[in-house]
Nanobody, 121 residues
Framework: QVQPVASGGGLVQAGGSLRLSCTAS????????VGWFRQPPGKDREFVAA???????FYADFAEGRFTITRDNKKRTVDLQMNSLKPEDTASYFC???????????????WGQGTQVTVSS
């Protein structure tokens, strides 16, 4: 496995919740930060949240207080719990791993495919 795998997207109503999951192999997971990113239709990719190997977290302003990023280093997974979803959260969400400085600056060494999140009004 050379790419993380993102899953859990779907269609939800405004105010609802969704939990995304990212799974990665040892060589691209262990010791690295993992981040979630999103790309709304017709717009650029933007950073959502990141978590370092030992658990320190970082959030974009729009995610703070609504989204929670966690990781399970035994399972090699990183989840993004999204609550109080808004229509403007609609985007393709994808995860990536790499140095935390890259992740928090909207980049990654290893990218996964996107999972679609659609929030209806």
């Amino acid at each position: 496995q050379v790419q993380p795998v993102a899953s859990g997207g779907g269609l939800v109503q405004a105010g609802g919740s969704l939990r995304l999951s990212c799974t990665a192999s040892q060589e691209i997971f262990d010791g690295y930060a993992v981040g979630w990113f999103r790309q709304p239709p017709g717009k650029d990719r933007e950073f959502v949240a990141a978590i370092q190997w030992f658990g320190r977290t970082f959030y974009a302003d729009f995610a703070e207080g609504r989204f929670t990023i966690t990781r399970d280093n035994k399972k090699r997974t990183v989840d993004l719990q999204m609550n109080s979803l808004k229509p403007e959260d609609t985007a393709s969400y994808f995860c990536g791993s790499g140095p935390v400085n890259e992740i928090t600056r909207n980049n990654a060494n290893h990218w996964g495919q996107g999972t679609q999140v659609t929030v209806s009004s």
